[in-house]
């Protein structure tokens, strides 16, 4: 992993909302205009820039809706072709009429290397290449020449968008240093340098080192108190793209249901960031476990879920009954020893999620509280404040077997939701329930089995394009040590001279999908097996995909094809491509796409589903053949064409066919079925899993069809 040299950009991103200013009259919110080809300014020097669409602005809005004046945040001449202005809702619908606009678009919605060895650049790492322009913006909290070197080449940071929806932030502020955290330890868990005898307060004592700890990083930072806004994350690309990174990572997706792909602001920076040939990947999210909630879907990305790993931080509580509830916590202060002391639940002494200021504190003195799920370190604090002598925090029902893991900063634990009903049952039937908390430390273990895909992970069908099946894949992503504590959604490695597609096929296809126990990988939320829709083609294996034989790959033409199956319309395709695309000439549907899994969604009308790839040899042997094995999900036959692949040194590419037939007189009473397709020649196996989606109408009887 250490060879993977490169630039990595870790941009702290996304959220939702409208940016707002307010005049008397009208209020100015902020919007993104995506200009029409052949209307753009053909500079992409930002001040000409700047300056040509201000001129835009002011010849193309009429006399009586020049005011309030509007307000240019930015222009963009990479991560999309366009400009970024403060707007009322008039003027903006005026300029969404206009020819010459593709699209006016709401704008919906840092690293702290200060002590940070995980920045600190090795004696014998040398300067970034010469194709990287980027650098450090000082500011009057970040030194540049102080905190960037040969490891940290770049930090930037962006606010305008922020702004004009909350207000000014406060100058002091206002730099490219991380004051959230999540920055910084998504930046050093992808490539932070090796850090000796590292641990947090003593939890997880070992060896920090980032996945490629050879790369160089540049951060561009778009998070602030309230979130981020989309003006803000796209002029980030834009800057990155300019600035020639080879990587692009972002762990935040939009709240809520992910926008089609030409009003997603991320999918379309992305977009233009792959077509220049940079990696692009993404967290899945963090709204699971319910289906439908994966973020960053368009298949340009990299998509990337979380799973647990084989070390827990267990705090157990134990009650005066001798009962014993497994939980998990980082408290790292004077722990409160075995006797057992007064337990109270929230609800009775005024708060059933332990709200600050709700608490009874005359009721909670000296006695551990068990609150109801909410934000628990916040819950925490509302408990020592109020007297408490620590906290037991329940979890959400539908988190199942999964506990978060926090730094409180009082004796607390978080359990699952069955154990703090356990917990609350023995309190009403005792007339003086006792319990203590016992903190283990760091335990590594083979039980629970590990991987385990996190509760919180976002999962499948995707809303947007139901045919390409996401997540990608899925990494360490929960409890991981880096920089700065916290959830992770884990980066990809890349070869750098191979395509974003590529890197995602040989991750897909050579990741894993047993635990170390021998089975599938479970799911926290259910404890049951995991699915394709929960952990994408499976767990990461790093050196595996160094050789993945077969390759799936795509590239920006395959992707118009794709955003013509989807029937978007000329004018929204050029949102992506600087020009308009006749989809008349384009014949492929949005299953054709040439991506490393198979998703097939079944109607009524259809009696059988046919899909095409294309898979490329990466070595070289003269004469290597494949043969495939499927399995295939309940209620359907599924036949490749060709068996067999024969590639030879003229002939590295070679195309194959699936069907989908479902089977008449099978009942299907799941809303969704799997199998995989394998391709082996004896050394490696080119493994895509299969997802089918039935219609509800045929859930129960495929016969019918």
């Known amino acids: 992993m250490g060879r993977l040299a490169g630039v990595w950009l870790l941009s702290l991103l996304l959220a939702v909302a409208a940016a707002a200013g307010e005049p008397e009259t009208e209020v100015q919110a902020s919007y993104i205009v995506h200009v029409a080809p052949g209307h753009a300014p053909r500079s992409s020097r930002p001040r000409l820039l700047s300056r040509a669409y201000t001129s835009f602005l002011r010849d193309h809005l009429p006399t009586h809706l020049q ?36 699209a ?56 305008k968008g922020y702004e004009a929806k909350y207000g000014p932030i406060d100058e002091a502020l206002k730099s490219p240093l ?41 951060a561009y930072k778009v998070l602030w108190n309230n979130g981020c806004m989309g003006a803000d994350v796209l002029a980030a690309f834009d800057e990155a793209i300019k600035d020639g990174v080879d990587v692009i ?23 233009r960031a792959v077509s220049q040939g940079i990696v692009v990947s993404a967290s899945a999210g963090n709204e699971g476990p319910g289906e439908s909630t994966v973020k960053n879907s368009a298949p340009w990305f990299i998509t990337v879920g979380a799973s647990a790993i084989n070390r827990q931080f267990p705090a157990n509580v134990v009650l005066g009954s001798g009962e014993i509830f497994t939980g998990t916590s980082l408290y790292a202060g004077t722990p409160l020893g075995s006797s057992k002391i007064p337990l109270v639940y929230g609800g009775d002494v005024g708060s059933e999620t332990c709200e600050a200021g709700k608490l009874n504190a005359g009721s909670i003195a ?51 939701f069955a154990a703090a009903k356990e917990i609350k049952k023995y309190i009403g039937a005792n007339a003086s329930p006792v319990a ?117 790959d795509a590239g920006a033409d395959d992707y118009v094809s794709f955003l013509c199956a989807l029937g978007y319309t000329a004018e929204e395709i050029a949102i992506f491509t600087k020009e308009r695309t006749d989809c008349s000439k384009r014949k492929a549907s949005v299953g054709d796409l040439n991506h490393p899994s198979f998703s097939v969604v079944l109607g009524s009308d259809k009696k059988e589903v046919q899909q095409h790839r294309v898979v490329r040899d990466v070595r070289s042997e003269i004469l290597v053949g494949y043969t495939v094995s499927v399995t295939s999900p309940a209620g359907v036959r599924v036949t490749v064409s060709p068996q067999t692949l024969l590639f030879s040194a003229l002939q590295r590419t070679l195309k194959y066919e699936v069907t989908f037939t479902p089977l008449k007189g099978e009942n299907v009473t799941e809303k969704h079925t799997f199998g995989s397709i394998v391709w082996s020649d004896g050394k490696h196996k080119v493994t895509s ?7 509800v109408n045929q859930q129960s009887q495929v016969a019918a069809m």
């Open 67 to 102: 005011q309030p004046e509007p307000r240019l945040h930015y222009s963009y001449a990479h991560a999309a072709t366009g400009f970024a202005p403060g707007l009322t809702r008039r003027q903006a619908d005026h300029l969404a009429t206009l020819s010459s606009v593709l």
């Open 366 to 416: 000296g006695k551990i509280v068990v609150c109801d799920p909410g934000d628990g370190a916040a819950q925490g604090e509302a408990v020592k404040l109020a007297g408490g002598a620590g906290a037991i925090i329940g979890t959400e029902e539908g988190y199942g077997e999964q506990a978060f893991t926090i730094p409180h900063v009082l004796p607390a634990t978080a359990v699952t």
């Open 104 to 159: 006016v678009v709401p704008d919906v919605f840092g690293v702290y290397p200060k002590d940070s060895a995980s920045f600190a650049a090795h004696p014998l790492m040398t300067p970034p290449p010469a194709k990287f322009r980027g650098g450090c913006v000082s500011a009057p909290a970040f030194n540049a020449t102080a905190y960037c070197n040969n490891k940290l080449v770049g930090a930037k940071f962006f606010y």
């Open 249 to 271: 990572s972002f762990s935040i997706g939009a709240n809520g249901n992910p926008p089609k792909f030409y009003r997603d602001h991320n999918a379309v920076g992305a977009f």
């Open 689 to 695: 899993p299969i997802a089918i989606t039935w219609p």
């Open 436 to 552: 203590t908390i016992v903190f283990l430390g760091t335990v590594t273990s083979r039980t629970p089995s590990s991987p385990r895909m996190a509760s919180f992970s976002s999962r499948g069908p995707n809303l947007r394009a139901p045919e390409i099946l996401k997540p990608d894949i899925t990494a360490p992503g929960v409890d991981i040590l880096a920089a700065w504590t916290g959830e992770n959604s884990p980066s990809e490695l890349a070869r750098p001279q191979w395509s974003s597609a590529a890197i995602r096929s040989a991750l897909m296809t050579t990741a894993y999908n047993v635990d170390n126990a021998g089975y599938v990988i479970k799911d926290m939320s259910t404890s049951q097996a995991s699915t394709p829709f929960v952990s994408g083609s499976g767990h990461v294996d790093p050196n595996r995909a160094l050789e993945p034989g077969l390759v799936y």
């Open 178 to 218: 991380d004051t959230e955290g999540h920055g910084t330890h998504t930046a050093s868990t992808a490539a932070g340098s090796a850090v000796g005898d590292a641990s947090f307060f003593s939890y997880a004592k070992g060896k920090a080192v980032g996945m490629a700890p050879g790369a160089r990083i540049a």
